[in-house]
């Protein structure tokens, strides 16, 4: 997949003829042989070192101690961006995009040709699934250069499928590192199935006309960044109050420490929470979102329509990145994975966080250097947790640059499942 990992990284290809592919409408599904065949790679156990910076502002947690790779992985597709949602049918569904599954192609870092998938995962066993592509949808990014899958939630037999665009400016090369592609643009809004995934009604905002239009393309901060959906569970089963919420990262108008890139699809200084009534009239609605908004005196989380009053859930600066979270409901505890991706195209950094509440305090489980050792869009399936709710499935894709070591075993670009295990003083 060199192909796709160049256009991930802004090199344009002298012909794109190979893109326009990607309107092929036949779906195409991995069979479980054929996935595992990339699949029931086995190691030894063991556990990833936690190594927080000095500047770490989160107090280690007293009950999730730290992280096991238990030696199993499963690898689908060749693609990346997987956010898989668990529907009330059982299955999951997921975005996907710059790559292919089978003969489907796609690709987002294309202008006006932008194409992002759709696909359902069927299957209980992480090591052997069946992924069926559901073909792939256009949607302009100009002014933009690429245009990509965020938030992606399937509740009540609707589908709801979230974009926003990257880039570009002019290109800069700082310590030998091409820079042209990764600012934050504006999250457009969401296109909506009613049939998960078999026809869609597209969103009724465009770039130029976004849901949130913040956009580092001109300098502004951006706090809408990439939103993702908080899993609850199947069919939002766990949510506390019936309300979807998404956890997207930004950064805040003055930087102390600024740097190049600082506020890109996988890096920033903050994290922040959104949420909204999930319908079909909502979801394209500015006005029905709430924005979390601190604690009062007494430690309460506030809410806010008011987008000018929004505070950071989290603030570390240029410590932040793309950002999921998952309910573990056996443990009663909310999972954070966030992504430390500066500069945003050599190794990169993933910490997990936990708390009780979805407002925190945020606790750290582990801080894992150079995970992947270019792992991204790192989330927890909670389909995948286990009646112990220690152990799990690590999803992310990995080394999209295609030079960079593979960290831990059997991850490669394409959606990957570790099996891991959250450690604590007495398991």
Sequence with gaps: MKNIANLRIGIWLPALGWLLVSVCATAFSQTTAEAEASANRTWAPFDWPSTPPKDCPFSPSQELTGIRFLGQCATYTDADTWYPSWASDGNLYSPWTDGSIGNEWCGSHVGNFARTGQAKIIGEDPLALKVISLGSFSGPAAPYAG??????LAY??????????????????????RFNWPWLGPFIGFRISTDLGETWVDTPHTPANPLFG?????GEPVKIGSPHFVDFGQNMQYSPDGKAYLVCHGAIELDPKPRYANCSWITGDQIYLLRVQPSQGSMNDRKQY????????GGKPLWTTDFTKIQPLIDWNNRCGCVTMTYDAPLKKYLMCVTDGWPTTKTMNTFIL?????????RLVVFMEKFGEQAYFVNFPSKFIEKDGYTAWLCYSASFTGDIRINPPGARY???LQKVKLLNNEK
């Design 214 to 218: 913040e956009s580092s393309l001109n």
């Design 414 to 416: 394409a959606m990957t």
């Design 290 to 297: 709430e924005f979390f908004a601190g604690h009062d005196e």
């Design 147 to 152: 245009r990509y899958p965020c938030g992606s």
């Design 156 to 177: 009540n037999g609707v589908w709801y499928y979230g974009t926003y665009c990257l880039g570009p400016k002019n290109e800069v090369v700082i310590d030998s590192i």
């Design 354 to 362: 936990e708390s009780s509440s979805m407002t925190g305090p945020w």
